[in-house]
C-alpha cells in the first residue's frame, strides 16, 4: 500500500463498484457517439476500463485491440482514425504509461486526427506525496489537445444511472468527442480525459448500462463552399491528407495539380509530373499569380517556396491538421468551387507538355518475344540473354518504390514512413489513385509500423477487401518494432511491410552535413548502421518473411495472396 493510500475496500453492493459505474458510463457514451475501437494497454488503475471494454466487444458493440506498449497502442489508435476520422479510444494505466502517448498526441495535433486518451490516475490524495505510479497527469498535453479534463473520483454507486456523478461524465465525454471531431471551427485532433479512481478497482457493470447504449449522434452538415474566380494564373497544391478533392478541384477549374505522393490526389488528366524542375521555371512556377492548397505539403522545398511568396495569393483549404500559412498572408477557406467562366487553355496546356516532357517512363523494358520464340540462334539467344539481365537485375530505390505503387489498387492502402523511399516516389512515380496515409504531421518516424497496422484493421472492418502496404526505410521499421506484436486472440490484418534495407540512415547523404563531416562521424552519429536480422525478428514475432533481391522476385512477393502479416525485405545499395 503506497503511503497515505487508503486502506483497500471490497467491492460493495453485490460486487459493484463505483469506478466501475463510472467507466460504464464513460465507455457507453463513447460508444455511442460511433467510436468503435478502443485499444488497451493493461494495467492496474485502469482495469474497470478495460473490463468494460471487454464487455462491450462481447456485445459485439466496440473491437478491442490490445498492445502492451502504450506507444504502439496511441499509433495504433491514429492509424484506425487517419482511415475512417472517427476517433479511436485509448485506454491505459497511470505513471510513465501516459507519457508514452505524447508521441502519437503530436502526431495527432500537427495531422488534425481525432484521437481520445482515456487514462486511468491515483486519486488527487496520492498525487505529490510519493505513492507509486503517480505523477501529475493533468495537463500532461495541454498544448496539443483540443479539450481535456481532470474528471472526479467517482464515490458513490449509481442505482439507476441518473445521479450528478454518472450524468458530469456523460457530458464531459460528449464534449471530448466533439471536440475531437472539430467542434467550434478547430481542426480535428487529439483530446485527453484523466480519470482518477479509489480502490475498489473492479467490480460488476451496473445494470443501467444497457440504457446508455443509444443511436450514434447524426453528422455535421458540410461547410458551405468559397467561390473562386478563374481569372488569375492558378495552380492546385496537393500535401498531405489532400485527397480526391484536390484532383476534383483542378479537373473543374482547368487548372494544374501539384500532387505530393502522399497526398492521395496523384491522378487525373491535369496532374503534372516533375513538378519540382517546373516550379523552379520562370516561364511556368515563376507566373502563378494563385494557388488553392489541400493537405500539408511538407516534401519539397520548391512548393515551401511558392507557398511563401508574398505576390502568390493562397488559398488554403481547411482540413485535417495544423492551417498553412507560410507567407503570413494565406487566406483559409472551408471548400472551394469553381465560379462559371472560361479556363485557361494556354496556362494548362503549358503546364501540360511540360509535364509531359518530364514524366519517366519506369516500365521494365518489354521482351523480344519474336526474338525468344525464334527457330534462329543467333536472334533467339541474345533475347534470352537480354531477358534474363532484366529478371536478375539488382533493385534500387527507384525499382522498389514503382514496384510497390504499381501492385496497389485503390481497394487497398499504401503507407509511407518518413524515410528517404517516400522522396524517391515523390520525384519518379506518376499517377494513380490510390488512397495514401503518411504520418506527415512532425514527419517522424515514430510509430509507424503500428499506424500502418491501424489502418489496416479500419480498412478491412467487415471483410473488406485489399492490403495494407506500408513502404519503410530499415532505421523506421527497426524504431517500431514492437508494433510487431499482436496478440493471438485478435483477427490478423492483411498487411504487407516492404523493408528497403540499406543497413542504416542514409537520407543524411542527401543533407547539408554530408559535405563537412567525416566519414568516421557520419558513421558513429548519423547513419546509425546496425547489422539486426530482420528475418529473426519476424520469427520472433509470427510475421512471414521474404528476402527479394531483384524485380521479378518482388513484383512476385507484391501480388502474392496476402493472409496475414508479411515483411517483404529489399536490400538496398548505401
Known amino acids: ?114 484521437l481520445l486518451l482515456l487514462t486511468a490516475d491515483r486519486p488527487p490524495e496520492l498525487r505529490g506525496v510519493g505513492a507509486n505510479q503517480a505523477t501529475h497527469q493533468p495537463g500532461m498535453f495541454a498544448p496539443y489537445v483540443r479539450f481535456e479534463a481532470d474528471l472526479p473520483v467517482p464515490a458513490e454507486l449509481d442505482s439507476d444511472g441518473t445521479g450528478d456523478a454518472i450524468t458530469e461524465v456523460r457530458r464531459v465525454t460528449r464534449l471530448a468527442v466533439a471536440a475531437s471531431l472539430g467542434a467550434d471551427g478547430r481542426t480535428a485532433g487529439p483530446v485527453h480525459l484523466n480519470l482518477p479512481y479509489r480502490e475498489p478497482l473492479a467490480g460488476t457493470l451496473p445494470p443501467w448500462i444497457d440504457d446508455d447504449l443509444a443511436a450514434p449522434a447524426s453528422a455535421p452538415p458540410a461547410p458551405a463552399p468559397t467561390p473562386v474566380p478563374r481569372g488569375p494564373r492558378t495552380i492546385v497544391v496537393a500535401g498531405a491528407d489532400a485527397g480526391p478533392d484536390a484532383e476534383a478541384l483542378a479537373h473543374d477549374g482547368g487548372w494544374p495539380l501539384v500532387a505530393e505522393i502522399v497526398s492521395g490526389a496523384r491522378f487525373g488528366r491535369h496532374l503534372v509530373h516533375g513538378y519540382r524542375t517546373l516550379l523552379a521555371e520562370p516561364a511556368l512556377g515563376g507566373r502563378v499569380e494563385r494557388a488553392i492548397v489541400y493537405g500539408h505539403p511538407t516534401l519539397s522545398r520548391e512548393i515551401v517556396a511558392l507557398l511563401s511568396r508574398a505576390d502568390v495569393e493562397i488559398l488554403a483549404v481547411r482540413g485535417p491538421g495544423e492551417l498553412l500559412n507560410l507567407n503570413g498572408a494565406t487566406r483559409a477557406v472551408d471548400a472551394v468551387t469553381v465560379s462559371p467562366g472560361d479556363a485557361d487553355r494556354a496556362w494548362l496546356g503549358a503546364w501540360m507538355r511540360a509535364s509531359q516532357a518530364a514524366s519517366t517512363d519506369l516500365s521494365p523494358a518489354a521482351p523480344d518475344a519474336e526474338g525468344l520464340s525464334s527457330a534462329e540462334p543467333q536472334r533467339r539467344l541474345p533475347a534470352i540473354a537480354a531477358e534474363l539481365q532484366v529478371i536478375r537485375a539488382p533493385l534500387d530505390r527507384t525499382a522498389l518504390v514503382d514496384a510497390v505503387w504499381r501492385a496497389t489498387w485503390p481497394h487497398d492502402r499504401l503507407m509511407f514512413a518518413s524515410s528517404r523511399l517516400v522522396r524517391v516516389a515523390d520525384a519518379v512515380l506518376g499517377g494513380k489513385r490510390v488512397p495514401v496515409h503518411a504520418n506527415r504531421g512532425l514527419a517522424g518516424i515514430d510509430g509507424t509500423l503500428a499506424t500502418a497496422t491501424g489502418v489496416a484493421i479500419a480498412s478491412q472492418t467487415g471483410g473488406a477487401p485489399g492490403v495494407t502496404r506500408l513502404l519503410v526505410g530499415d532505421l523506421a521499421f527497426l524504431h517500431d518494432v514492437g508494433a510487431m506484436l499482436l496478440p493471438p486472440g485478435e483477427d490478423e490484418p492483411r498487411i504487407q511491410v516492404i523493408v528497403g534495407n540499406d543497413g542504416g540512415g542514409t537520407i543524411f547523404d542527401g543533407l547539408e552535413v554530408a559535405a563537412v563531416a567525416s566519414a568516421e562521424a557520419m558513421d558513429r552519429v548519423l547513419y546509425t548502421p546496425h547489422t539486426a536480422r530482420i528475418e529473426q525478428l519476424a520469427a520472433a514475432y509470427g510475421w512471414e518473411h521474404r528476402r527479394v533481391t531483384t524485380r521479378a522476385a518482388l513484383d512476385q512477393a507484391l501480388t502474392s495472396p496476402v493472409g496475414g502479416r508479411q515483411i517483404i525485405e529489399v536490400p538496398l545499395e548505401r
Open 1 to 114: 500500500m503506497a503511503p497515505g493510500e487508503p486502506a483497500r475496500a471490497d467491492a460493495p453492493d453485490g460486487g459493484r463498484a463505483p469506478a466501475m459505474d463510472a467507466a460504464a458510463a464513460l465507455l457507453a457514451q463513447v460508444n455511442a457517439l460511433g467510436v468503435e475501437h478502443l485499444i488497451v494497454s493493461p494495467g492496474s488503475r485502469s482495469q474497470a476500463l478495460a473490463l468494460v471494454a471487454a464487455d462491450l466487444e462481447a456485445r459485439g458493440r466496440v473491437r478491442v485491440h490490445v498492445r502492451i506498449d502504450e506507444r504502439v497502442a496511441g499509433f495504433t489508435a491514429l492509424g484506425i482514425a487517419r482511415e475512417n476520422r472517427v476517433p479511436a479510444a485509448v485506454i491505459c494505466t497511470s505513471g510513465t504509461a501516459v507519457a508514452n502517448l505524447l508521441p502519437a498526441v503530436l502526431e495527432a495535433h500537427h495531422a488534425g486526427v481525432p
